[in-house]
């Protein structure tokens, strides 16, 4: 399956930080094999595991200033002496699976919102089925990965047109909410879905993971700016409701927890929970 990684943020409630250093390449903790605390990218947390997964084919979106994002993704060792052998093993790992990967690179020139950055990766995937991440939030989970389990998902609905991934929350001014009809304990249908709500339908909130059929194109090419002025992945999500495409939801579970960095208080949890749990 492809994958499209948004990276093309400003990061603007991370400034003066993010005036040179893109939000998704803020440090969070992982662990090497013997178990030792390392600190990496967030978005080598996400590509490792997306690539643990079994995805190969990535299309990066990213804006203008994000040369430091696809420097991180080019192989260069001329550092290796310096690094402690655990570091070292854990680095040519990392550069392995960049080699055995297609990374495609597309600019976003104008930070004009989720959705239009999706929309810019249609001539990378053309006819296929394709997981979309955001570049900002990974999910942690003490057993699998979530990845297999959206991936499932899709597999056995062939007529949904969008599976969502989906988690509880007290503040939906943060988030795009879905309103759902439960169809088992880890599965909800999805009837309407709105950007940032005064008044949300739900208890829930969508993380920025998904996995879409094509036809979301036609959608993202009809919506206009929302929030923000932006280009919302959300809207286009609505208009496939609205003309009668299954779209189908699954929750993260207790043992999951939410990482994202794209504000102060979410950055400090996310690296209090990466340096615990990990």
Aim: glycine fraction near 6%; hydrophobic fraction near 35%.
């Amino acid at each position: 399956m492809k994958c499209v990684i948004t990276a093309a943020g400003k990061g603007t409630r991370l400034l003066p930080f993010t005036k040179e250093i893109p939000k998704e390449m803020l440090p969070i903790f992982g662990k090497l094999a013997n178990g030792e605390k390392i600190i990496m990218p967030m978005l080598q947390f996400i590509f490792e595991d997306l690539y643990n997964n079994g995805i190969r084919n990535y299309c990066f979106i990213v804006g203008n200033s994000k040369r430091a994002v696809k420097n991180h993704f080019s192989i260069d060792s001329l550092h290796n002496n310096k690094l402690l052998s655990t570091q070292k093993i854990f680095l040519q790992s990392f550069y392995k699976k960049i080699k055995k990967s297609n990374l495609v690179w597309i600019k976003q020139h104008q930070p004009l919102g989720f959705g239009d950055a999706v929309k810019r990766s249609e001539s990378y995937i053309g006819n296929d089925d394709f997981l979309v991440h955001g570049g900002d939030v990974s999910i942690l989970s003490k057993a699998n990965s979530i990845i297999p389990r959206l991936i499932k998902t899709h597999n056995d609905n062939p007529s949904a047109t969008a599976i969502l991934l989906c988690k509880k929350i007290t503040n939906p001014k943060n988030y795009g909410v879905p309103e759902l009809m439960k169809i088992n304990s880890s599965l909800f249908s999805v009837t309407d879905v709105e950007e940032k709500p005064k008044n949300p339908k739900s208890a829930y909130g969508l993380l920025p993971c998904y996995i879409f059929k094509p036809i979301i194109f036609k959608y993202l090419h009809k919506i206009k700016q929302g929030k923000n002025n932006e280009y919302q992945l959300t809207d286009a999500i609505k208009g496939l409701i609205a003309d009668g495409h299954q779209v189908l939801a699954i929750p993260i579970n207790s043992s999951e927890f939410e990482l994202d960095v794209g504000n102060v208080q979410s950055y400090y949890d996310a690296l209090n929970k990466s340096f615990k749990k990990c």
